[in-house]
């Protein structure tokens, strides 16, 4: 059983930063896809950044030049720095995985990022 724990999230105001962890329970060296997606009351869960295991990295448009993904393959480990935090990031944010020898997808429990002043 593949287990995601997700931790970091947290109340920030505009313009600061937070970094999110998910840590993982198993070998993620054989996992190909890696990432975080996030979600809102009433809308569709999206995606925020993903990391394939050959090092190739994704972003939303809206966070592009804010948000850096990291993989840490010897702490089976990815993290998710946030910078210059805008109100509508606050979401619940996901870690997940796939691919690689996983049979199916993996979500964590989710992590509370609230952006207020």
């Known amino acids: 059983q593949v287990q995601l724990v997700e931790s970091g999230g947290g109340l920030v105001q505009p313009g600061g930063s937070l970094r999110l962890s998910c840590a993982a329970s198993v070998n993620i060296v054989g996992i190909t896809l890696m990432g975080w997606y996030r979600q809102t009351p009433g809308k569709e869960r999206e995606l925020v950044a993903r990391?394939?295991?050959?090092?190739?990295?994704k972003y939303a448009d809206s966070v592009k030049g804010r948000f850096t993904i990291s993989r840490d393959n010897a702490k089976n480990m990815v993290s998710l720095q946030m910078n210059s935090l805008k109100l509508e990031d606050t979401a619940v944010y996901y870690c997940?995985?796939?691919?690689?020898?996983?049979?199916?997808?993996?979500w964590g429990q989710g992590t509370q990022v609230t952006v207020s002043s």
């Open positions: 997940y995985a796939a691919g690689g020898y996983l049979k199916s997808e993996y």
């Open positions: 990391v394939i295991s050959g090092g190739s990295k």
